[in-house]
């Protein structure tokens, strides 16, 4: 099973990004999809996450008026709309499948697979 973060890079304060994740190796039937971030010294926290058919998401705060999430399934694949970037938002992004949208959806414990992350730098 493997996880490609992708889309992360360099913009200016104030553009957009959109980052994705394809999976591959099974399909995440019932599973919730998460994106967390880790910024350079600090612990890696929740950004977004969204259950199955995509009628849940939960951002955080943070976060929430700027970013969306959304899934493909017939894709595998799960992405995350990232609008006004700050640069607060400057992180390595990485995506995560949970085995369900649960009370727990904002802890990476809760996150069986895990993709390798990727980088996004908002210059000010």
């Known amino acids: 099973v493997q996880l490609q973060a992708s889309g992360g890079g360099l913009v200016q304060a104030g553009d957009s990004l959109r980052l994705s994740c394809a999976a591959s190796?099974?399909?995440?039937?019932?599973?919730?999809m998460g994106w967390f971030r880790q910024a350079p010294g600090k612990e890696r926290e929740f950004v977004a996450v969204?259950?199955?058919?995509?009628?849940?998401?939960d951002y955080a705060g943070s976060v929430k008026g700027r970013f969306t999430i959304s899934r493909d399934n017939a894709k595998n694949t799960w992405y995350l709309q990232m609008n006004s970037l700050k640069p607060e938002d400057t992180a390595v992004y990485y995506c995560?499948?949970?085995?369900?949208?649960?009370?727990?959806?904002?802890?990476?414990?809760?996150?069986?697979?895990w993709g390798q992350g990727t980088l996004v730098t908002v210059s000010s």
């Open positions: 995560a499948a949970a085995p369900r949208f649960s009370s727990s959806r904002y802890y990476s414990a809760n996150y069986d697979y």
């Open positions: 190796g099974r399909t995440f039937s019932g599973s919730a």
């Open positions: 969204i259950n199955y058919s995509g009628g849940s998401t």
